[in-house]
């Protein structure tokens, strides 16, 4: 493996010469840093992560926890932060919750304790003992996609309320008006915040959402399908289940089936967090679509900024609504779907933020 030392003798200049061109310094001349860097190339030469980050008291290492990375949500959301990172010259560490919050606290420790330049984390059960000492002592942190009130900490999020109420009233105009949900747990913000959406969204048609048709889940298929079974048994079941995540969306699905039950024939089902099986199910899931690569991006951005000493804004995007067949939608409205998967944005481009603007309904 090629040295420094070996570097500074291809490169005609010495050891100091190298360490100045390949940390930007500002008196290696043009030339110099030219051959620095052939000399780099020939040579295969990798610099001491470990040694410049002594030097530096940077490692150019980003950490982030997410809540579950069996979630499709929270894996898509992971590769979007890598891709960022990656363009911005870091390298990402990854922990997973699991929604426990122990092993949030083991992992914010452990990623602390590897003297990563800041921390993106998905607060899983309003927060963890060890996160929540680590934003209060000004470690650089920003929340995504969840958030803990009243910690003074950049949260980057979509903002599902409109698509909620996109959702409701598309609902109502099917006809539905006994509509249920599977809540994710009230300790989570996300948790709450989406049952008080849908609430608030059935009040605005003079609809109720009596306690029978609220089941609390924990954003887990097998919750899911608990509660739907719950369901299924009342007297009078809903027409349709709003499921408050993917996973509790599915497991809604397999207790339909397993009753020898069709969906939307004899219950209908939608879901909040789409994923691109849910394009491919039969029928296709109607679901609300968060912008999740966006998110990512944005977040890794965010952390930046409070690495380089600044604020770092909260950021909060929308959310929108994607019909499709499982509540009962009538088939000639739905032309054959086009890639649920859009080029991204240029990396050079931030996306824009967007607070309480109407959510605009696509129909994939």
């Not at 001349?29 to 295969?44: C, F, M």
């Not at 019909?323 to 649920?340: A, T």
């Amino acid at each position: 493996m090629a040295s420094i030392k070996d570097v500074a003798a291809e490169a005609g200049v010495s050891v100091a010469t190298v360490s100045r061109a390949l940390n930007g310094h500002p008196s290696v001349s043009a030339a110099a840093r030219a051959r620095v860097l052939a000399a780099v190339e020939t040579l295969g030469y990798r610099p001491n992560a470990v040694a410049r980050s002594l030097r530096t008291d940077q490692t150019r290492t980003l950490g982030l926890v997410i809540s579950d990375v069996m979630n499709p949500y929270f894996t898509e959301l992971a590769r979007s932060v890598e891709e960022e990172a990656r363009a911005l010259g870091y390298s990402v560490i990854i922990g997973n919750a699991d929604e426990r919050p122990d092993l949030q606290d083991h992992h914010v420790t452990t990623l602390l304790d590897r003297r990563i330049d800041g921390l993106l984390v998905s607060p899983t059960d309003g927060g963890s003992p060890r996160m929540l000492d680590a934003a209060r002592a000004g470690t650089p942190m920003v929340f995504v996609d969840r958030w803990i009130p009243g910690v003074d900490v950049p949260v980057v999020r979509s903002d599902g309320r409109a698509a909620v109420r996109d959702l409701v009233a598309h609902l109502h105009g099917l006809g539905h008006r006994r509509l249920a949900i599977i809540a994710g747990p009230a300790a989570t913000t996300t948790g709450r915040e989406r049952v008080d959406a849908f609430r608030e969204a059935l009040a605005a048609y003079g609809l109720d959402l009596p306690d029978a048709y609220i089941g609390q889940g924990d954003f887990q298929a097998g919750s899911g399908r608990r509660v739907t079974e719950g369901f299924l048994d009342l007297p009078e079941p809903p027409e349709v289940v709003f499921a408050a995540d993917n996973l509790m969306a599915l497991g809604a699905l397999d207790a339909v089936r397993a009753r020898g039950l069709r969906v939307p024939e004899d219950i209908g089902l939608a879901a909040f967090d789409d994923i691109p099986w849910f394009l491919h199910t039969d029928p296709p899931v109607t679901a609300i679509a968060q912008p999740t690569r966006d998110l990512g991006r944005a977040a890794v951005r965010a952390l930046v900024e409070r690495i380089a000493g600044r604020p770092g804004e909260s950021v909060i995007l929308p959310a929108r609504l994607v019909v499709r067949r499982s509540c009962g939608e009538p088939p000639s409205e739905h032309p054959p779907p086009p890639s649920e998967h859009q080029p991204p944005p240029s990396e050079h481009q931030p996306p824009s933020p967007v607070h309480q603007s109407p959510v605009q309904r696509s129909t994939p």
